[in-house]
C-alpha cells in the first residue's frame, strides 16, 4: 500500500470512528466493539506510517554517511 493509499484510509477510518461516537451519543450503535476495531486500525495504520517514515531516514543517513568517505 502506498502512502497516499495509507493517508485516505487513516482519514477514513478516523470518518468511521466519529460516526460511530456519534451513534453511541444517539444510541444507535448496537455493537460497541466496532469503536475499538476502528481504534487499533487507526494504530496499524499509523504504526506503518512511521516504520516507512524511520526507514526512509535510515537511508538517507546511510547515504550521507557512504558519500563522505
Known sequence: MDAGRLNKELDDTYRQLFTLHL????RQLQNVKEIGKAKRKVARIKTLQRQRELATLRQAQDAAAGGGR
Open 23 to 26: 451513534q453511541v451519543a444517539t
